[in-house]
């Protein structure tokens, strides 16, 4: 263990953090067996999920931080997506019983992760700007010419699929996907063709709040008719990059990066202040980093809905759950 960052300033963030109301782990009873993700508690029953998303933030591959309302943002922000998309294809909502909750239909997920992309963009290694730097021409039915810039819009979205795997997903033409037996090709035209439609509707609506929907990943799943469902979560700050239109053509023409949703800076603090590869323990984020990124959660959301983001604070989160799940104990 490490001792990292000024132990001053990691009292004053400690005491503070904990005066906020998070959403750090649940532990609720008779509604399923409980499957811990990174950000989400997942209760598991036979024929439904309870998807509880809590406001723990992740990178590094752990927790870094916990980031007040993060959670409930988060929910809200998929099930007005699932809303906005339900004619184009069946979702896996039954409820929305409390802002931090969904209510699933548990179906078989598929093996692949349906990625599209709008721009030229991105920095890790399966990201296309990264791709294309290494000479990659060739994207799922798109030839790019050489010489593009950086986050410029491609001529129409791409379909850029990856495996779903344990250990580090893989971007793998449909071609080879379906040869490697992930998934049977016709289901695949179809999550294509789903997913490009609900691409377009994303882009459509973001526009009508100023943002530009830039690239994101559907998950999808089948129910014992074999019927396609969109599962998980839909266009979430997460699952999705978004950046403002409105400065996004002066700033490509001046060679600024996009004005883009920032979370960056709490990564940052801590690549600085501690190893956070290697500590066994971090330290506490800065409150108001913290704070900034809470805020930033709300405001995107706000933007994208076009609606306030209020939450009811008279009664403290775990209870307020506790109550919305009564209706699906089983
Ligand atoms: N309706 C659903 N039916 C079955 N599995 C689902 C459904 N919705 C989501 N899932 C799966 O639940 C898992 C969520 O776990 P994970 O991604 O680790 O959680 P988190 O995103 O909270 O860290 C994913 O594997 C996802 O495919
Ligand atoms: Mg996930």
Redesign the pocket.
């Known amino acids: 263990m490490t001792a990292c960052g000024d132990s001053n300033t990691l009292r004053k963030s400690d005491s503070q953090a904990a005066k906020m109301d998070m959403i750090r782990e649940t532990h609720f009873d008779n509604i399923g067996s409980l499957?811990v993700?990174?950000?989400?508690?997942?209760y598991v029953q036979p024929e439904r999920?309870i998807?509880v998303?809590t406001d723990r933030h992740?990178s590094f591959d752990r927790i870094i931080a916990h980031i007040p309302d993060k959670g409930a943002v988060l929910n809200l922000s998929s099930a007005f997506w699932f809303r906005q998309t339900a004619d184009i294809v069946p979702n896996?909502v039954i409820a929305v019983p409390d802002p931090n909750i969904t209510v699933?239909?548990?179906?078989?997920?598929l093996a692949v992760e349906a990625v599209v992309r709008g721009y030229l963009t991105g920095t890790t290694s399966t990201a296309i700007w990264t791709r294309y730097q290494n000479g990659e021409r060739d994207f799922g039915g798109l030839t790019l010419p050489g010489g593009l810039q950086k986050n410029s819009k491609l001529s129409h979205p791409i379909f850029d699929p990856t495996t779903?795997e344990d250990a580090h997903d893989r971007t793998l033409s449909i071609e080879a996907l379906v040869a490697e037996g992930f998934i049977a090709a016709d289901l695949l035209t179809k999550v294509r063709d789903t997913a490009l439609a609900l691409f377009a509707r994303g882009q459509q609506i973001a526009a009508q709040h100023g943002l530009i929907l830039v690239d994101t990943k559907y998950?999808f799943?089948v129910d014992k008719d074999g019927t396609l469902?969109l599962?998980?979560?839909i266009h979430t700050p997460?699952s999705s990059r978004y950046w403002q239109a409105a400065s996004y053509a002066a700033r490509l023409a001046a060679g600024e990066e996009p004005d883009y949703f920032d979370k960056e800076f709490l990564r940052l603090w801590f690549r600085d202040h501690c190893d956070p590869y290697k500590d066994a323990v971090l330290p506490e984020a800065p409150a108001e980093l913290v704070t900034e990124l809470s805020r930033r959660y709300i405001a995107l959301y706000q933007q994208l809905t076009g609606e306030a983001f209020v939450l009811d604070r008279s009664v403290p989160p775990l209870e307020r759950m506790a109550q919305a799940l009564k209706p699906f104990e089983h």
Do not use: N, Q
């Not at 993700?37 to 997942?42: F, L, N, S, T």
């Not at 699933?104 to 997920?109: I, K, L, N």
């Open positions: 499957k993700g990174k950000v989400r508690d997942i999920l998807l998303a992740s896996h699933a239909r548990r179906v078989t997920p779903k998950e799943g469902l599962i998980d979560e997460d």
